[in-house]
């Protein structure tokens, strides 16, 4: 099927062992959120003029007990597909942004924390209520959270994406635009 119509493929023992790989990794990915796996790591962001810190971007790894650390390249399409990227965004958005309410409370002065929102999680009724509900949780400033939303949503659900990129300005966070 990954290979498009009007072709044919030959059977290899490959097929079955990715495909039982593939369902035993969304299995683990399922109770991953419920056992704690789940884990960000935090990218600074320099500005290249002044080599100042302006902001951290948030970046979800999976400490599996098993493989050890799973990067998101194996895995988040398989949160897409199976239905865990609402779970595991909002998972992403309220430890992101608490963690950055403990660093200013720490005195750290970071001006921002980012985090990416998948095409799934922006089509999805809500993200603007979600996305002030963690806020009001957290007790986070909406101006220290940039959310970064890709190009290719943006393009392919023009009208829909701008209407919920003014809806989620107002709420005070920053946007930026990001794989341009």
Known sequence: ????RNNYQFYTQKLTDSAVERVALETALRRALE???LLLHYQPQIDLNSGLLVGAEALIRWQHPEMGLVLPGRFIHL???SGLT???GEWVLFNAC???????????????IAINLSGQQLQKKGIVEQVQRVLRKTGLDPSHLELEI???????QADEAVDMLKRLKKTGVK???DDF
Do not use: H, N, V
């Open 175 to 177: 946007l930026a635009i």
């Open 35 to 37: 056992r704690g796996e």
């Open 150 to 156: 890709t190009e290719s949503f943006i393009m392919r």
């Open 79 to 81: 949160a897409d597909e």
């Open 86 to 88: 609402q779970p595991t």
């Open 98 to 112: 608490e963690q950055m309410r403990l660093w200013r409370e720490q005195g750290f002065d970071l001006p921002r």
């Open 1 to 4: 099927k990954e290979q498009g």
